[in-house]
């Protein structure tokens, strides 16, 4: 008798299980799964750079015009477009992993940030933003004394 198919062998399964991994991760490192709106999620990376927190959204295919970016008290908001190609109808697609479709990103600011000085700037496919680091640095080491047992 034939095995019949399993579901999880099904390659249209496996865009929606990247995304469920995905949103697991990011809810394990504390994000809230809201900035995990669609497929077309694009990946992100921060960072500091000398006196900068620099923020970079990879956006290749996505017309700048049709990005949006705000703020709302300590969060960014990104949001966009990525459109299907004019021939596509056409095409007979053998495989894809390109996301497609609306997109939004919130995104928690560093402490200290100061809105109006958040600069946006996209070159080549990538959405970057960049904003100066507040002038106080927030670490703070704090020294662990070791109680002996004798001591009160």
């Not at 495989?95 to 497609?100: D, F, G, M, N, S």
């Not at 940030?113 to 703070?140: C, F, N, Q, S, T």
Request: proline share 7%; with cysteine; net charge negative.
């Amino acid at each position: 008798m034939a095995r019949a198919p399993q579901p999880w062998m099904d390659s249209n399964l496996v865009p929606a299980i990247r995304r469920e991994i995905d949103d697991i991760f990011s809810r394990s490192l504390g994000h809230t799964s809201q900035h995990l709106i669609s497929s077309a999620v694009p990946p992100i990376e921060t960072f500091r750079d000398g006196h900068e927190y620099v923020m970079r959204l990879d956006l290749p295919g996505v017309d700048p015009k049709e990005i949006e970016v705000t703020v709302s008290g300590d969060v960014v908001t990104l949001r966009g477009s990525r459109e299907h190609h004019d021939k596509q109808e056409s095409w007979d697609v053998i495989y894809c992993e390109l996301a497609h479709g609306d997109f939004e990103r919130k995104l928690k600011l560093p402490w200290g940030i100061r809105i109006e000085d958040i600069k946006a700037v996209y070159h080549l496919g990538v959405l970057e933003l960049r904003m100066p680091a507040p002038k106080e640095d927030l670490v703070h080491r704090v020294t662990v004394r070791i109680q002996k047992a004798n001591d009160e």
